[in-house]
């Protein structure tokens, strides 16, 4: 198979921040045609939360999640050149990233950083996490990464 025939389904992490889009630029080109799955994960309420308390929180967070990434084409042109879906995801990020990742079958995930001072930091919590644990290639895209899509 040459290079020019690959697809792939590709997951990316995704919150509408800067560090996202350029996320979703190299998934897209990653992917060559292929599937392009955003997934915004996030921690349910907190357990001390009564449960109609926490039922109006998860449900206030998830219409405001899910304009997010209705707005995802918009806020990620490259979006259009590409066959994608997106799905809220409950639970610890990185592990519902991964989670994802597996359900669908995909051939990688790809996450962006927003760049801090210490590795553990520059990568960020999610994407640390996420390349020590995941069952599949992980992509990290720096800040300021140059050439993507």
Same mark, same amino acid.
């Given at each position: 198979?040459?290079?020019?025939?690959?697809? #792939?389904? /590709?997951?990316?992490?995704?919150?509408?921040?800067? &560090? *996202?889009?350029?996320?979703?630029?190299?998934?897209?080109? @990653?992917? !060559?045609?292929?599937?392009?799955?955003?997934?915004?994960?996030?921690?349910?309420?907190?357990?001390? &939360?009564?449960?109609?308390?926490?039922?109006?929180?998860?449900?206030?967070?998830?219409?405001?999640?899910?304009?997010? @990434? =209705?707005?995802?084409?918009?806020?990620?042109?490259? @979006?259009? &050149?590409?066959?994608?879906? #997106?799905? +809220?995801?409950?639970?610890?990020?990185?592990?519902?990233? &991964?989670?994802?990742?597996?359900?669908? $079958? *995909? =051939?990688?995930?790809?996450? !962006?950083?927003?760049?801090?001072?210490?590795?553990?930091?520059? +990568?960020?919590? /999610?994407?640390?996490? @996420?390349?020590? =644990? #995941? =069952?599949?290639?992980?992509?990290?895209?720096?800040?300021? #990464? /140059? $050439?993507? $899509?």
């Amino acid at each position: 198979m040459s290079s020019d025939s690959r697809t #792939a389904t /590709v997951v990316v992490g995704y919150d509408g921040s800067a &560090a *996202a889009r350029r996320a979703v630029a190299y998934a897209v080109w @990653l992917a !060559g045609g292929g599937r392009i799955v955003l997934v915004h994960a996030r921690e349910p309420a907190p357990p001390r &939360a009564t449960s109609r308390w926490r039922e109006l929180l998860d449900a206030d967070q998830d219409a405001g999640r899910r304009a997010m @990434l =209705d707005a995802a084409p918009q806020e990620a042109p490259e @979006l259009a &050149a590409a066959s994608w879906e #997106a799905r +809220l995801a409950s639970g610890a990020p990185a592990r519902a990233i &991964a989670e994802v990742a597996r359900e669908v $079958g *995909a =051939d990688a995930i790809v996450v !962006g950083s927003r760049g801090f001072v210490s590795v553990a930091e520059r +990568l960020g919590s /999610v994407s640390a996490e @996420l390349v020590r =644990d #995941a =069952d599949r290639p992980v992509t990290v895209i720096p800040p300021g #990464a /140059v $050439g993507i $899509g």
